[in-house]
């Protein structure tokens, strides 16, 4: 069965403060992952995406890493802000299929 | 003007009562999708559709029912509410390469 595990559940970070979020599959085949970032209330906004021969890519202060040897991926956040408060979700996709598997993401809180 | 929209975006209603979401996008995407999120439980696919005449259950699609009217309008329907249904819905739309762009979503609460 194709499963999405994303860890920490939460995390509490100070404002100016670097993480690292987790995420570890069992999707086959693979076609790509992706990050999602969903502020409360609101839709996920893709952050990025990899595909099999991809292991960095960034966008901003947002870095994401494949391994797709070991079926991890994770995402980094740079210099953290307040705006960066939100859940990230973690969604690898199949090939043959359309239909993702998500993650339940990971609750980021980032205090002043 | 937003590329994926939900109608409403909230809603109360009562247990018994059926109603109906809609979702339109103007991406010209033939991939749409319908998802329920539940604290703690992330994103669940309900239905999709790849394209007008194709229609397909999602892991969760008991007590739902959906409507793909044209390729920018795909609706969603509960036939009975019940109390569970209570959630934030979300529509989605993708094509081959994209990733997957998501409506604002509508809060229903079921009484």
């Known amino acids: 069965k194709n499963q999405v595990e994303q860890s920490p559940q939460s995390l509490i970070i100070l404002e100016g403060k670097n993480c690292t979020l987790q995420?570890?599959?069992?999707?086959?085949?693979?076609?790509?992952l992706r990050w999602y970032k969903q502020d409360t209330g609101r839709g996920p906004v893709s952050l990025t995406i990899?595909?099999?021969?991809?292991n960095t890519k960034s966008n901003g202060r947002y870095t994401a890493t494949l391994d797709a040897d070991t079926k991890q991926s994770s995402l980094h956040i740079t210099a953290s802000q307040l705006s960066d408060s939100a859940s990230y979700i973690c969604?690898?996709?199949?090939?043959?299929?359309?239909?993702?598997?998500f993650g339940r993401g990971t609750s980021l809180i980032v205090h002043p | 003007d937003a590329d994926v929209t939900q109608t409403p975006r909230n809603r109360i209603t009562k247990t018994g009562k059926r109603i109906m979401l809609e979702c339109s996008q103007t991406?010209?995407?033939?991939?749409m999708y319908w998802y329920r999120q539940d604290p703690g439980l992330g994103l669940r696919l309900i239905y999709y559709?790849?394209?007008?005449?194709?229609?397909n259950k999602g892991e969760i699609s008991d007590g739902y029912s959906v409507s793909r009217q044209a390729q920018a309008k795909f609706s969603l329907s509960l036939e009975s509410a019940i109390p569970n249904q209570t959630a934030l819905y979300f529509c989605?739309?993708?094509?081959?390469?994209?990733?997957?762009?998501f409506g604002p979503g509508t809060r229903l609460l079921v009484l």
């Open positions: 990899m595909t099999f021969s991809e």
């Open positions: 995420c570890n599959y069992t999707v086959s085949p693979f076609s790509n």
């Open positions: 991406k010209g995407h033939d991939r």
């Open positions: 989605a739309t993708s094509d081959m390469t994209d990733g997957q762009y």
């Open positions: 559709s790849f394209d007008v005449k194709d229609i």
């Open positions: 969604v690898v996709s199949n090939r043959g299929s359309y239909i993702p598997t």
